[in-house]
């Protein structure tokens, strides 16, 4: 079967949008497993190394019933939770960060932290990473008045 000139580059078209899609969502760094259910945000984050710093990624909450807030996810082992969102980047060390310690102690290669802060229940857990330059965590989030367990 030979293909006619139109079908090679509708073929062409879709291998390089597909490629640019896989692109685009490897940037993305947060893969989310919540259903939506009961979970705010649940899913996997990657810190990775670029130069010499690490990545960190800001996560904008708005759900009903619950003031607006930012999650801050890194960079490394650094972690913030702020009531309100802000175009400006915010200072982990801040009194207004309600994560308290906010930077989390690695032992062996583990690392897990949970806290019960205003209105929400935040866990994160090392869980490796892809390559030697990244950090893996699994993080969940939910509201303080849902069960946890």
Known sequence: MRLTGAEWK????MTVLSCLAAVA???AQFTSFNDRSRLQLE????SCREGHEYA???YDGRWPGLPPFELHLGPYHD????????NDHRDHNSPDNLLKPHVIESRFNRAAQQWDVAQWHLEVSLSGGSREECESWFVRLLPATSSSH
């Not at 509708?10 to 078209?13: D, E, P, T, V, Y």
């Not at 972690?79 to 802000?86: T, V």
């Open 10 to 13: 509708r073929i062409a078209g």
């Open 25 to 27: 969502f490897a940037s």
């Open 43 to 46: 899913g996997n984050w990657q």
């Open 56 to 58: 960190e990624r800001v």
């Open 79 to 86: 972690f913030a939770l702020f009531i309100g969102i802000q």
